[in-house]
């Protein structure tokens, strides 16, 4: 199984913050990455898929970067609706795998 | 717009069987992939399965070969996740989700294990 490494685990931040939060897969994946959002008693949402690519709907504050096995979700001026957690997730073989999120705490 | 409605909340007992429905709309449900993801309480997500009605294809995490079985009725755009031999363990939200990465989510359905 591909295992997917997110860090950190918990990032504290300010609104108006750059951040950016990290994904290690143990195996090259190529891009076939996506990142989620997911609020409290939430399903998740999609933000980034194919490592870059912004999803419809999706504010351009977020981007993705990447290939092979490093790969970076960045959030360029936070905003209050950020704070949340966060998977990156392959798709490149099953059995698809999830990282063990990262969430975003207002500092 | 695509919607993906799961069945309500369930209790079950140890060593029962529960089975969680997933109605699509909006789309072609013949043309995507579903995947079943399941989510305990403060946990992260956990991938169980996939199914595609169109080839009829699928497939699951081995943690759950035995345990776990999708299928679906595609005259009515439903797909159906079947977990079996249920333990305190798989007290979680399960979801599912369309697509090969998913982009459309079900709200989840909790499903609770207990004696």
């Known amino acids: 199984d591909i295992q997917m490494t997110q860090s950190p685990s918990t990032l504290s931040a300010s609104v108006g913050d750059r951040v950016t939060i990290s994904c290690r897969a143990s195996?090259?994946?190529?891009?076939?990455l996506a990142w989620y959002q997911q609020k409290p008693g939430k399903a998740p949402k999609l933000l980034i898929y194919?490592?870059?690519n912004l999803e419809s709907g999706v504010p351009s504050r977020f981007s993705g970067s990447g290939s092979g096995t490093e790969f970076t979700l960045s959030i360029s001026s936070l905003q209050p609706d950020d704070f949340a957690t966060y998977y990156c997730?392959?798709?490149?073989?099953?059995?698809?795998?999830f990282g063990q999120g990262t969430k975003l705490e207002i500092k | 717009q695509v919607q993906l409605v799961q069945s309500g909340a369930e209790v079950k007992k140890p060593g029962a069987s529960v089975r969680v429905s997933c109605k699509a709309s909006?789309?072609?449900?013949?043309?995507?992939?579903i995947n079943w993801v399941r989510q305990a309480a403060g946990q992260g997500l956990e991938w169980m399965a996939w199914?595609?009605?169109?080839?009829?294809?699928?497939g699951y995490a081995q943690k759950f070969q035995g345990r776990v079985s999708v299928t679906w009725n595609t005259s009515i755009s439903t797909a159906y996740m079947d977990l079996s031999s249920l333990r305190s363990d798989d007290t979680a939200v399960y979801y599912c989700?369309?697509?090969?990465?998913?982009?459309?989510w079900g709200q989840g359905t909790l499903v609770t294990v207990s004696s």
């Open positions: 909006g789309y072609t449900f013949r043309s995507y992939n």
């Open positions: 997730h392959q798709y490149d073989t099953y059995p698809l795998t």
């Open positions: 194919s490592a870059s």
């Open positions: 195996h090259a994946i190529n891009t076939w």
């Open positions: 989700a369309k697509g090969w990465y998913p982009d459309y």
């Open positions: 199914m595609n009605p169109g080839s009829g294809n699928t």
